[in-house]
């Protein structure tokens, strides 16, 4: 039921686009999405059995902890391995860049699920490379995102 006075009519799909465009909005290019790579948090999984169980020491967004370069893997047997590479440039926490699903462990492992749904960072066909994307090793420059 509508309020009193209110009109409603159908449109198809394509109408919204139209009304936008003739607001004067532009219509946003499609861009095909070329990579997808959650957000690791404590709790995620290596493809070796490994657990991301030391974490940031604050939490970020939503109450959720996320890992980052440097944070440490734990194993069945008690082992444990340093997380070594990231979302480079594109996020940091803490001047350390965020740990990904694909980021690399030190002894060789890697990052394969995330338990907890925090987010993703996202690539399009054409954006410019990623300085650092999970390159083991790097850092970016100390206050390189200060403002």
């Known amino acids: 039921m509508t309020p009193q006075g209110v009109r409603m009519k159908r449109m198809s799909a394509a109408k919204p686009a139209s009304i936008d465009h003739q607001a004067g909005a532009p219509l946003p290019a499609f861009r095909k999405v070329t990579a997808r790579y959650p957000i690791a948090t404590v709790g995620s999984s290596t493809l070796r059995g490994g657990k991301v169980v030391v974490s940031s020491q604050e939490a970020h967004g939503d109450g959720f902890r996320v890992a980052c370069v440097g944070d440490r893997v734990r194993y069945p047997d008690g082992s444990e391995s340093i997380i070594v590479s990231g979302a480079g440039n594109a996020s940091t926490f ?42 083991p090793g790097y850092m970016p420059p100390r206050g390189a995102f200060e403002t």
């Open 94 to 135: 803490g001047d350390r860049p965020i740990a990904l699903v694909g980021s690399h462990v030190e002894n060789g492992d890697r990052i394969t699920w995330s338990h907890q749904n925090m987010g993703e960072l996202v690539l399009f066909e054409g954006d410019a490379p990623i300085a650092g994307l999970l390159q």
